[in-house]
């Protein structure tokens, strides 16, 4: 599966947050994961996948957070926001996210093949 080239994709990163949320928490049996996002070991799902598994499972995604943005509301046009309207596009579903921005059909990184 083809997945996007941004930090949040990595297993090193998802370590990483797992480690900051012990720190925070003073709690280190944590365990901070989602389904598998090992991009290093070709391992890695774009956000459609998570968006369909969600969905069919009743989690009311507009409740979630993508964006890396300090607004209250979503941007809409940052990467990680970009990468969640695409994939309730992908799987033909209404996103109930409110967002800033309309949605660009040209994605704000470097694509690459």
């Known amino acids: 599966m083809e997945s996007d080239n941004l930090y949040h994709s990595s297993l090193t ?5 797992n480690l900051v949320m012990c720190h925070i928490t003073g709690d280190w049996t944590f365990q901070f994961t989602s389904i598998p996002i090992e991009k290093e070991l070709g ?12 969905v069919e499972r009743g989690v009311p995604l507009e409740y979630t ?3 890396v943005s300090a607004d209250e509301i979503q941007c809409g046009i940052c990467p990680a926001c970009w990468d969640r309207r695409n994939a309730f596009r992908k799987n033909n579903l ?10 660009s059909e040209i994605p704000p990184y470097p694509v690459v093949d």
């Open 43 to 54: 391992n890695c799902y774009d956000k459609d996948v998570y968006v369909k598994y969600c």
């Open 94 to 103: 209404e996103d109930k996210t409110v967002y800033q921005h309309p949605f």
């Open 65 to 67: 957070r993508s964006c």
């Open 13 to 17: 990163t998802t370590r990483l947050l």
